[in-house]
């Protein structure tokens, strides 16, 4: 009796292996942007003038990384996601997806401000000390310790409650998770280094991620194979 044909349109879509890696790298780019950042910029404007005049390549460079990162973004986002499968809840994934394109939103649009602010500076450099760099530094990092730490946090906490509910992930990840997110709503004035626990935590995700996917592979093929 002949097989039946599966039809090519039928078949389930799935991310390409590896895609976790998208995520390692999302993290570690926001990390290194970030980092760059926080070494550079000092707490408050008083010595703007002297940090950007020494280090405008070191800040063009931070700035041209968080593109890239937030496309990495999007990838983790989709397999983190496809992680959970059919045992996706509605209402959590709404919140997941919701906060994720939100956060990505908040610092492109932060990081668009900052290139701005640089581009004047390249044509004016007394904008160091007008009311308008002022404002623009304001608008900045509220946008990213008030508006994006807080949507990182909420990301978290609805993947740490998919996580629980489904157990795709290791119960003592989303616990950590629970912890790390409510360290990002309510100590991100703390320091601004706080900040670097969104990505961290991106990247041990997409780790485990990948490990599970390299232990699932001997099996898929077996199953594959026949055995």
């Known amino acids: 009796m002949a097989a ?49 005049k020494d280090n405008t390549r070191v800040v063009y460079l931070a700035l041209n990384l968080v593109p890239f990162a937030g496309i990495f973004f999007l990838w983790f986002m989709g397999v983190a996601r496809d992680r959970l499968g059919s045992h996706e809840d509605r209402f959590f994934a709404t919140i997941f997806m919701g906060t994720g394109f939100l956060y990505l939103g908040i610092t492109f649009v932060a990081t668009a401000y900052a290139f701005g602010l640089m581009a004047i500076y390249t044509q004016d450099n007394a904008i160091v000390t007008s009311a308008t760099y002022a404002v623009g530094i304001t608008v900045i990092d509220n946008l990213t310790f008030v508006f994006g730490s807080r949507m990182a946090a909420v990301f978290m906490i609805a993947s740490a409650t998919l996580w629980l509910r489904t ?3 290791p119960r003592w990840l989303a616990l950590l998770t629970y912890l790390l997110a409510l360290v990002l709503l309510f ?18 995700v997409s780790l485990i991620l990948l490990i599970a996917d390299v232990r699932r592979r001997p099996v898929e093929e077996a199953k594959q194979a026949g055995l």
């Open 4 to 52: 039946a044909v599966t039809n090519p349109s039928d078949r389930e879509l799935t991310p390409p292996r590896d895609a976790a890696i998208a995520g390692v790298i999302s993290g570690i780019l926001f990390i290194f942007s970030l980092t760059l950042a926080n070494l550079i910029i000092p707490q408050g404007v008083g010595n703007a003038p002297a940090w950007i």
């Open 167 to 169: 157990k795709v992930m």
């Open 187 to 204: 100590v991100i004035r703390v320091s601004s280094w706080v900040i670097l626990i969104f990505p961290g935590w991106m990247l041990l």
